[in-house]
Structures are given as C-alpha cells and as structure tokens.
C-alpha cells in the first residue's frame, strides 16, 4: 500500500515491493518505506545462506533506527567527523550509512556464520528543497523525468570500473564475465566511502530504487515503458517485478518508487 507525504507544495508518494525470484530458495533483499521521515531505503545483501539477508536487515534497520534517534536531537547526529560543505541532513544520511557499515563488519567478525556478508544500499530522503541520494554498490536509483529515465547512480562495480577505464564496447560489455563483482559495499571494511547525490525535485518526477535483480534482468528502455504507462506505485512496482521474473528472475527483486504529485 503507497504512502504520501507533503513536500514543498507538493507530495511525496511511495511504495515497495520485494519477491525472490524465480532461481533462488531465499531472499537477501530489504527495503524500507517512510513512517514519518521521507526516508526510502533498498539494499541487497550479499554472503550466501543466512548472511545477506543478516546484512541487508541491518542496514536498513541501522539506518532507519538512527534517523528516528536523531530527529529532535542534533547532538547524536555526528558520531564520524562532519564534512562542513554538505547541509545537515546530507551529514545525517551519510552517517547513518557510516553507521549500518561498521555494523555489519562488527557483526562479520564477532559471528562466524556471517563471515564475508556484506550488502548495497541506496537510499533517497526528500529534504526540503532537495533530494539526497546515498548509495554505496550496484543497487541503483533511476529518475524518470518528462519521459526519459535516466541512472543517477553509478554502479561501483567492476564492470564498471572496466568501463570507465577502458571504455568497452557494448559487446565486451555483454561477454564480460564478473559484472557481479562488487568493489564497494557495506561490511567489506569498518569504514566506507558514501556517494551522495542531490538533485532537485519536480511535480511528476518518479524515483525508482532497486537491486540488481531488476536492473540486471529489465533493459532501461523497458523499465521507462513500464514507468510511463502503470500509474498506480502500487501496480508499477508489481508490474516492474513481474517483468523481471518473465526475464529469468535471476536474482532476488526489490524496488521501491516515489513520485512527486499535486498536494
């Protein structure tokens, strides 16, 4: 069920879903919806068995938890030095984010049984005046704007890191044979780099979050035909899974859409 709130003259609707898929037993996915902060969360745990979805919990719950602690009291917000050229609220995004890594890496070393786990994250809160987007890995953010769907984030994934240095073909690109490999993501280290991204929202504007799962198995081209013609977030985000899993449904599915609409 979608969920909206007001901002700027305008609202913010959301809504969510996650499936498994159609070849893995379990899901590594989690995601957050905002219960009163316009906060979306989407990560995609990585570890095998238990350990993903261990990681990927935490670090929606961490964050998650850690904006609800720090509402009314800016005092608690800065347990990493403050970077002075971001607004406050970027800060609070980027710590939190901190926070849910060194976490997860905790939690890695003190447990066996979760060795290695790891996870993405990309989160998206509407401040007023402006959209902050944090992300660390290959789960993305995608903004569909007057028609055209455009990535705001970049995949921190070696692929990609072949394809800015290198500058592949779209047939090496298509062979390439480690495009799951990970160079960044959430427990790898105790600490993390976070890419922040701000944008300026409009009336009209839908912002999709998700894992892999989607846009390794949808092509852009379709996700922005499916984006322009469901307008129920609803039914979208259930038509966006189900056009995963009629691709294979290789991997776990979540995706989470908000969009700007008239108050």
Same mark, same amino acid.
């Given at each position: 069920?979608?969920?909206?709130? %007001?901002?700027?003259?305008?609202?913010v609707?959301?809504?969510? $879903?996650?499936?498994?898929?159609?070849?893995?037993?379990?899901?590594?996915?989690?995601?957050?919806? %905002?219960?009163?902060?316009?906060?979306?969360? =989407?990560?995609?745990?990585? @570890?095998?068995?238990?350990?993903? $979805?261990?990681?990927s919990?935490?670090?929606?719950?961490?964050?998650?938890?850690?904006?609800?602690?720090?509402?009314?009291?800016? $005092?608690?917000?800065?347990?990493?030095?403050?970077?002075?050229?971001?607004?406050?609220?970027? /800060?609070?995004?980027?710590?939190?984010?901190?926070?849910?890594?060194?976490?997860?890496?905790?939690?890695?070393?003190?447990?066996?049984? &979760?060795?290695?786990?790891?996870?993405t994250?990309?989160?998206?809160l509407?401040?007023?005046?402006?959209?902050?987007? @944090?992300?660390?890995g290959?789960?993305?953010?995608?903004?569909?704007?007057?028609?055209?769907?455009?990535?705001?984030?970049?995949?921190?994934?070696?692929?990609?890191?072949?394809?800015?240095?290198?500058?592949?073909s779209?047939?090496?690109?298509? /062979?390439?044979?480690?495009?799951?490999?990970?160079?960044?993501?959430l @427990?790898m280290k %105790?600490?993390?780099? =976070?890419?922040v991204?701000?944008?300026?929202?409009?009336l009209?504007?839908?912002?999709?979050? &998700?894992?892999?799962?989607?846009?390794?198995?949808?092509?852009?081209?379709?996700?922005?035909?499916?984006?322009?013609?469901?307008?129920?977030?609803?039914? !979208?985000?259930?038509?966006?899974?189900?056009?995963?899993?009629?691709?294979?449904? !290789?991997?776990?599915?979540? =995706?989470?859409?908000?969009?700007?609409? %008239?108050?």
């Amino acid at each position: 069920m979608s969920t909206s709130f %007001p901002l700027d003259g305008m609202r913010v609707r959301f809504s969510g $879903e996650t499936n498994v898929g159609i070849t893995r037993d379990h899901n590594e996915d989690s995601f957050y919806l %905002p219960t009163h902060d316009r906060l979306a969360i =989407v990560a995609d745990g990585m @570890g095998g068995h238990a350990s993903g $979805e261990v990681a990927s919990r935490l670090a929606v719950e961490t964050i998650a938890n850690y904006f609800q602690t720090t509402e009314e009291a800016q $005092e608690l917000t800065w347990p990493y030095k403050m970077d002075r050229g971001h607004r406050f609220q970027t /800060n609070r995004l980027v710590s939190a984010i901190k926070l849910a890594n060194l976490k997860i890496y905790d939690e890695a070393e003190r447990n066996s049984s &979760c060795h290695g786990m790891g996870t993405t994250v990309v989160s998206a809160l509407f401040a007023n005046g402006a959209l902050l987007i @944090g992300h660390v890995g290959d789960s993305r953010l995608y903004r569909l704007r007057d028609g055209k769907l455009e990535q705001m984030t970049q995949d921190h994934s070696l692929l990609n890191d072949y394809i800015k240095m290198k500058r592949l073909s779209a047939t090496e690109i298509a /062979n390439f044979q480690h495009k799951n490999v990970i160079v960044r993501a959430l @427990g790898m280290k %105790p600490s993390v780099e =976070v890419d922040v991204i701000v944008d300026q929202p409009r009336l009209g504007d839908l912002y999709l979050l &998700c894992t892999d799962g989607l846009s390794g198995m949808v092509p852009d081209a379709e996700l922005a035909e499916i984006a322009t013609s469901v307008s129920d977030l609803d039914k !979208l985000c259930e038509r966006l899974v189900t056009a995963a899993n009629d691709h294979g449904g !290789l991997d776990n599915i979540t =995706v989470v859409c908000a969009r700007l609409e %008239p108050l």
